[in-house]
């Protein structure tokens, strides 16, 4: 999602890790077990380490927040609806529509009102929580 700054350290690191995997290769294959091993750690480290950062992440910040009247907590309980000029609209399983809108700060989850207009509902920037979006300002 932000390709520009985020994916240059992801390829150093992806570089970083093949080229201890492939030192660990040579160890191994040349008879060094144990510097092997030890490189083979050293390499699997970071990987596992990213993925465990990802799973922890996603738990601590559902794909979507909690809907307004408390009852739909999961991703699973929203249904895609259609994709609007402000974003994708969801609807949870209360009936209750709304629009998730990707801006440059923060993502949005707005509540769609039944006249069709939108009301801030709750708000999240980058690596952050979701948290209630008082007035659609970005701060
Ligand atoms: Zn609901």
Same mark, same amino acid.
């Given at each position: 999602?932000?390709? /520009?700054?985020?994916?240059?350290?992801?390829?150093?690191?992806?570089?970083?890790?093949?080229?201890?995997?492939?030192?660990?290769?040579?160890?191994?294959?040349?008879?060094?077990?144990?510097?092997?091993?030890?490189?083979?750690?050293?390499?699997?480290?970071?990987?596992?380490?990213?993925?465990?950062?990802?799973?922890?992440?996603?738990?601590?910040?559902?794909?979507?927040?909690?809907?307004?009247?408390?009852?739909?907590?999961?991703?699973?309980?929203?249904?895609?609806?259609?994709?609007?000029? *402000?974003?994708?609209?969801?609807?949870?399983?209360?009936?209750?529509?709304?629009?998730? /809108?990707?801006?440059?700060?923060?993502?949005?989850?707005?509540?769609?009102?039944?006249?069709?207009?939108?009301?801030?509902?709750?708000?999240?920037?980058?690596?952050?929580?979701?948290?209630? *979006?008082?007035?659609?300002?970005?701060?």
């Amino acid at each position: 999602m932000n390709g /520009r700054v985020t994916l240059r350290p992801v390829v150093t690191c992806f570089l970083v890790v093949a080229c201890v995997f492939f030192a660990a290769d040579i160890a191994l294959k040349s008879g060094h077990r144990t510097l092997g091993t030890v490189l083979f750690l050293v390499a699997a480290a970071p990987v596992l380490g990213g993925c465990l950062v990802i799973i922890v992440y996603d738990a601590l910040v559902p794909a979507l927040p909690v809907c307004g009247s408390g009852r739909c907590r999961k991703f699973k309980h929203y249904t895609y609806v259609r994709e609007s000029h *402000d974003g994708v609209i969801y609807r949870c399983r209360c009936g209750t529509e709304y629009v998730e /809108r990707r801006d440059k700060d923060a993502v949005r989850f707005m509540e769609v009102c039944s006249d069709g207009s939108v009301r801030p509902y709750m708000k999240h920037k980058r690596w952050g929580r979701w948290t209630p *979006d008082a007035a659609g300002n970005s701060d």
